[in-house]
């Protein structure tokens, strides 16, 4: 593993079931994020966490939830999908937390379509 | 509430003009990076500016930010068409409720030969 992956790439997923959306960062970070992309929208800041075992709501932090329990993973969940979910999510770390002063890296990103 | 604008949000330019992509936010900053994305791929960090007069340079592309003015400029010399790209500013401030982050709209630069 060389940077941020996530998985899947892509999913199409029925309204109101569960999904975990996977990320993995092997740049010993402590600080990960999850953004969702929409069209006209830029990018917004769902969850944070600025070290294992913590997390933060962003913007966006509403159907979703978020766990860290390592260093390295920080996985995405939409307990019961709606179609507004429907995005491109990309996951991010930093060596530090925003509050730093140091730039973000962002995985490939995973296109979920919600029907 | 934090509000970040970008301007213009489509360009298209030829090659070896320059040119200057606009970010405007609403509240005071503590930070602004700005990213780069390709269609289909990831964002790529570009700059990240610290204080006010801050300004860096990579290449064809210089960023300045004045906290003053709540504005940041990226600022395209000779444009060349690998510099085709979307290019979003992001404002960062430290809230007690919860670390914010921002994005603009981006901008969609299109370098023609």
């Known amino acids: 593993i060389a940077g941020i992956t996530q998985a899947p790439t892509s999913q199409i997923l029925a309204a109101g079931r569960r999904m975990t959306l996977r990320c993995t960062q092997d740049?010993?970070?402590?600080?990960m994020y999850w953004y969702r992309q929409d069209l006209g929208l830029g990018l917004r800041l769902i969850h944070y966490?600025?070290?294992?075992?913590?997390?933060g709501k962003g913007e966006v932090p509403d159907g979703y939830s978020v766990s860290r329990a390592n260093t390295d993973d920080f996985p995405l969940t939409l307990a019961s999908a709606v179609p507004s979910q429907t995005s491109v999510y990309f996951c991010a770390s930093s060596l530090k937390g925003l509050a730093g002063t140091n730039e973000q890296f962002f995985g490939p990103g995973t296109r979920l379509t919600v029907l | 509430e934090l509000k970040v604008e970008q301007n213009p949000l489509f360009l298209s330019m030829q090659e070896g003009k320059n040119y200057t992509i606009y970010c405007n936010y609403s509240?005071?900053?503590?930070?602004l990076y700005w990213y780069r994305q390709d269609p289909g791929k990831s964002l790529e960090s570009l700059f990240v500016?610290?204080?006010?007069?801050a300004v860096k340079q990579e290449g064809r592309l210089m960023a300045s930010l004045d906290t003053k003015a709540r504005l940041s400029t990226l600022h395209i010399t000779a444009a060349v068409h690998d510099l085709s790209a979307t290019y979003f500013c992001a404002v960062f401030r430290m809230k007690t409720s919860y670390d914010k982050v921002i994005f603009g709209p981006g901008t969609s630069l299109s370098v023609i030969p």
């Open positions: 966490s600025n070290t294992a075992g913590t997390t």
């Open positions: 500016l610290l204080s006010n007069g």
């Open positions: 509240t005071t900053s503590d930070r």
């Open positions: 740049m010993r970070h402590n600080a």
